[in-house]
């Protein structure tokens, strides 16, 4: 019914961050919304391990919006930087989401 188990780790997978094709088995598992143990409707990407070691595994609530809001991958490097670091400086010290900040900024708490 569900196949050998021992085959599933025999697919390769290409590492995200360095391009790297590996087999599935050599790699970890990346879910950029940090939940990946809710595996329901969910396609993974994958990490070499020396990337993964790599990856910072902190938490990234509200990281998301804020990369968006800032204007990433759409502006030149140097505006995305300023924007992100404004926004970041700018009270959302743990990174929460815009709509967070906008309640908080019409004070609600």
């Given at each position: ?5 021992d085959r599933r780790g025999h697919r390769e997978v290409t ?22 143990y809710d595996r329901r409707d969910k396609e993974f990407e ?48 743990d990174l929460e989401s815009p709509t967070e900040r906008d ?7």
């Amino acid at each position: 019914m569900w196949g050998r188990r021992d085959r599933r780790g025999h697919r390769e997978v290409t590492c995200v961050a360095c391009g790297t094709d590996l087999r599935r088995s050599d790699a970890r598992e990346y879910d950029k919304f940090g939940d990946r143990y809710d595996r329901r409707d969910k396609e993974f990407e994958y990490l070499c391990k020396p990337c993964y070691r790599d990856l910072c595994h902190q938490p990234r609530r509200g990281l998301e919006d804020l990369l968006v809001e800032s204007g990433a991958g759409e502006q030149p490097r140097d505006r995305f930087l300023a924007t992100y670091a404004a926004l970041a400086e700018g009270g959302a010290s743990d990174l929460e989401s815009p709509t967070e900040r906008d309640d908080r900024g019409r004070g609600e708490r």
